[in-house]
């Protein structure tokens, strides 16, 4: 089976602008969870999504979004980007729900935001 | 105070020797979660836990639920384990709280 992918893997943006990124799960994983790592702050969660239904939220604000497509496919959005939201963000996917299963996490994609 | 430490933050180890990793959570879980993090980002997960132990190769996983602690065994170790381990709360908030991280380097 094919891994998780992510798309783009990098990005340059500057402040203001907004950013959509992808991921891919594994064929037959519903759960996508979407994390951001910086080295200030380690990882933290952003959110899950099951079935095309967000099941929880990190502590980001509200510029920070995302959806599920049918094919379980996910999105996340940042609008309005700070300097601080440079980081690398990783998605993961699952069988069922991320806290209780084995997730396998795609490449990442490292922002870089000016 | 961090609701997942991690100790500790780095370890130098030479070829051979036996690691350990430790985790203490204060948030109720799920499951507890151990990751390897390589050098360019790759997140791999190692082990997923509920209770008891788990091994898989030359790495051990054991948890105890009613201390709130999780330690990750490396027996023999080699260079090839040189990474980042990072220890992850699935929390009973429906959320995944991390722990800081250990830098492991194994040196032949």
């Known amino acids: 089976k094919a891994g998780v992918t992510q798309t783009p893997r990098y990005l340059i943006k500057t402040r203001g602008q907004q950013v959509t990124l992808s991921c891919s799960p594994i064929?037959?994983?519903?759960?996508v969870s979407w994390y951001q790592q910086t080295p200030g702050q380690g990882l933290q969660f952003l959110f899950e999504?099951?079935?095309?239904?967000?099941?929880n939220k990190g502590n980001f604000p509200g510029r920070f979004s995302g959806r599920q497509f049918s094919n379980s496919r996910s999105e996340m959005n940042v609008s309005t980007l700070e300097l601080g939201d440079s980081a690398l963000y990783l998605c993961?996917?699952?069988?069922?729900?991320?806290?209780?299963?084995?997730?396998?996490f795609g490449p990442g994609t490292r922002l870089l935001v000016l | 105070k961090n609701e997942v430490e991690q100790s500790p933050q780095n370890l130098t180890a030479q070829e051979g020797e036996f690691i350990t990793i430790n985790c203490s959570y204060s948030?109720?879980?799920?499951?507890l979660h151990w990751l390897q993090q390589h050098p360019g980002g790759g997140i791999v997960s190692l082990f997923m836990?509920?209770?008891g132990k788990k091994k898989h190769g030359r790495l051990i996983a054991t948890i105890n639920i009613q201390e709130k602690h999780s330690s990750l065994h490396i027996t023999a170790s080699h260079p090839r384990d040189s990474a980042v381990y990072i220890c992850?709360?699935?929390?009973?908030?429906?959320?995944?709280?991390f722990g800081a991280g250990t830098r492991l380097t194994v040196k032949p």
């Open positions: 064929s037959g994983h519903r759960s």
């Open positions: 999504y099951f079935s095309e239904t967000q099941r």
């Open positions: 992850a709360a699935g929390s009973n908030n429906n959320d995944m709280r």
């Open positions: 993961a996917s699952s069988l069922g729900t991320s806290l209780g299963e084995t997730q396998y």
């Open positions: 836990l509920s209770s």
């Open positions: 948030v109720g879980i799920s499951a």
